[in-house]
């Protein structure tokens, strides 16, 4: 398993990634994320006790990555922490927004490509400001892949 460093104004976020469960998926963030493709995005949609959305370039929930991926539903549940990526109504519209489980949302499991799990600092994602769209939105500082 790889991981990914997410830096954020409210401290550094470590992701395990499931190559494994979504390998599609997590080849893709990981190359959004090396790019640069995420450094100044914010969180564009943070409900309380639900979810963290973030990843889309004009900030609004309405934009992305040109290039969709095929849905890759997995066994991993929505729990606290869990990274999964966010879609139209198409199962197979997911590009580069994604969202960091802030709950459990299980509810959701089988439904949205989980694709990686909060390993290290949790407690910047539930400092992430809430709101749809938050007031100030919380901004990515970078993203990016780290070493073991």
Known sequence: MS????ELETGDVVIETFEDKAPKHVAQITKLAEDGFYDGTVFHRVIDGFMAQG???TGTGTGGYEKTIPAEFND???????????????????SSQFFICLDDASFLDRQYTAWGRVVEGMDAVHAIKKGEPP?????IKSFRKIED
Request: proline residues 10%; hydrophobic residues 25%.
């Open 135 to 139: 007031r100030e939105p919380t901004k």
């Open 76 to 94: 991993v549940s929505h729990a606290e922490g869990v990274c999964s990526m966010a879609r139209t109504n198409d199962p197979n519209s997911a």
């Open 55 to 57: 990843g889309d370039p």
């Open 3 to 6: 991981k990914l460093k997410l």
